[in-house]
């Protein structure tokens, strides 16, 4: 038998032969590396196959006390493998589990959704899912806010918090927070491999592998345990009713964000079906929360809270007033309603969960840590203005992932009153050009670079982008059309892919053609044939590229980045505002670019 901690293991349990094997090679390791080195006397064969009874491995105990065995460096083809190749091994491995080629793949729908109870009975976490205090939160826009305000309220209160999110938009691991922070590359390594490990060993053709975002929801329920966290607040990957984050039996609290028209493909044509996959989150009992909803939608929450005597509430709009002269730490008129939402679940939470919050109410100012909370939540890629650091004062990109009618229209609000109030400047981490006057005032220009996946409809998309900024007095003076770097087959790592010289840039064409078009009915005119304004011409990697009187089409976002950076060097007289949004793989992709 196999002993560790004074626990016996049977040598006949496969999971015990995958940690008989890890034992032994651990203390292969450590005496390999231990200095001066000990000799091993004999050959010993290692081999789950012999079914030998091993006792745990001589003198590992001291061995393993007086060295660190996790900062050896693993073998790999015969040489040692630094901390940046395991790393990239480990997102290999995690890039082996994407089986769409799009995360909006029909297929995705339902997709054998029990399988995900036999992960967890592999795992081991049913017990450990049941003992979380869990905020889960659906909704087509707003979710993620909605969870990063709750998530800072209660860290703010003094619990121990857990946040998984999606996506991520520069590395994997933003996706799992604990207490406020994204975990560490030591930790990531050590859950990802306890997971996948256990999964390679017992999964088989009738309970295959889990697919990527399943791993992931899985992978956060196990951190989430193993570090004890007092609160996990879980949002929604995709829907809800067939999501891997709703595996979650008796959650304390249910939210759903603001409802729209996304994922139609899957999640259904009118916002009636949209809801009743969202609202599939809800659970016998338990309390629900949602923000003011159209009649369609708000009509079919309704009556599956009912069906699930679900005491379902509409949380309205933060009152500015409750945060003492303060803002919220999130950009935009419509975070006061995601604000509001969070308010309304951390509260039911601490009263669910035995902690009521003394003098709480809804007309007096709010706790300090609800304020604390609020005014200091961090949210990367949702309303966040970014200097460029090669261009300071010259080039300043405002990031939103928006990707639906209702956000791009957010997005727009947001820009346009950024832009038009030149005074937020002076919050930026920057200095004035020495050779200009301090005093003097730039003109202003604004640019467009977007990208969106071809499953959504840039006619509904971009018309709302344009006019609701138009609205407000801010036009585009070129927009500027790019393929994402990122790709959906593979997780990338913080360093940037080679760029594909066979890039496929048809989507891209289909944007500008739509652009165009838009530009010149705004203008009075009617509709025509876009291209005989435009004319081929050459981007710097030398591609035959599309170029009109509004927009232009780069066939990578280097080269994007790299025309804004030149155009700003040569007139220095001008302030370039440039709105990145449309995809959040897109907003990463230029967030790695302008912050090495």
Known sequence: ?????????????????????????????????????????????????????????????????????????????????????????????????????????????????????????????????????????????????????????????????????????IDVRERFRLDGLEISEEKFLEYFWWCYDRLKEETNDDVPMPTYFRFLALLAFKIFAAEQVDVAILEVGLGGRFDATNVVEKPIVCGISSLGYDHMEILG????????????????????????????????????ASKLNVNLQVAHPLNVNLLN?????????????????????????????????????????????????????????????????????????????????????????????????????????????????????????QILLFNCMSVRDPQLLLPRLMRTCASHGVCFKKALFVPNISVYHKVGSQALPTIDPQVDLSWQFALQRAWESLMQSDK???????????????DDTGMSVMGCKNSSIFSSLPSAIKWLRDTAQKDRFVRFQVLVTGSLHLVGDVLRLIKK
């Open 325 to 445: 002269g303060l803002k919220l730490a999130l950009e935009g008129e419509h975070q006061y309603l995601n604000a509001g939402l969070a308010v309304a679940l951390c509260s039911t939470w601490l009263q669910r969960t035995g902690h009521p919050i003394i003098n709480f109410n809804q007309t007096g100012p709010l706790p300090e840590p609800f304020i604390k909370g609020l005014t200091t939540a961090s949210l990367q890629g949702r309303a966040q203005i970014v200097p460029d650091i090669e261009s300071p004062g010259n080039l300043v990109f405002y990031l939103d992932g928006a990707h639906s009618p209702e956000s791009m229209e957010a997005c727009a609000r947001w820009f346009s009153l950024c832009t038009r109030d030149d005074n937020h400047l002076s919050n930026l981490n920057y200095q004035p050009q020495q050779h200009m006057d301090e005093g003097s005032k730039k003109d202003t220009a």
């Open 1 to 169: 038998m196999i002993k560790d901690s004074g626990q016996s293991l049977s040598a006949t349990n496969p999971q015990t032969k995958t940690k008989r094997c890890h034992y032994w090679r651990m203390w292969f390791l450590a005496l390999k590396f231990l200095n001066p080195p000990i000799p091993i006397p004999i050959p010993i064969p290692i081999s789950s196959s012999l079914g030998l009874h091993f006792s745990t491995p001589p003198l590992i105990s001291p061995i393993l006390s007086s060295i660190q065995i996790k900062n050896i460096p693993m073998a790999k083809g015969g040489s040692m493998e630094s901390a940046a190749d395991r790393y990239q091994s480990t997102l290999d491995a995690l890039s082996s589990l994407i089986t769409k080629k799009s995360r909006a793949d029909k297929s995705n729908k339902g997709d054998r959704y029990d399988l995900l109870f036999d992960y967890l009975k592999i795992l081991e976490l049913d017990e450990a899912i049941s003992q979380l205090k869990i905020i889960h939160v659906a909704g087509t826009k707003g979710k993620g806010s909605t969870c990063t305000f709750a998530e800072s309220i209660l860290r703010n209160c003094g619990f121990r918090t857990g946040l998984f999110t999606s996506p991520h938009l």
């Open 524 to 538: 009075g005119g009617e509709p025509s044939n876009t291209d005989q304004a435009c004319e081929e011409v050459k």
């Open 269 to 304: 044509n009118t916002l009636g079906e949209i809801a009743g996959e969202k609202a599939g989150i809800f659970k016998h009992e338990i309390p629900a929360f949602t923000v003011p909803q159209p009649d369609e939608a708000m009509h079919v929450l309704e009556e599956k």
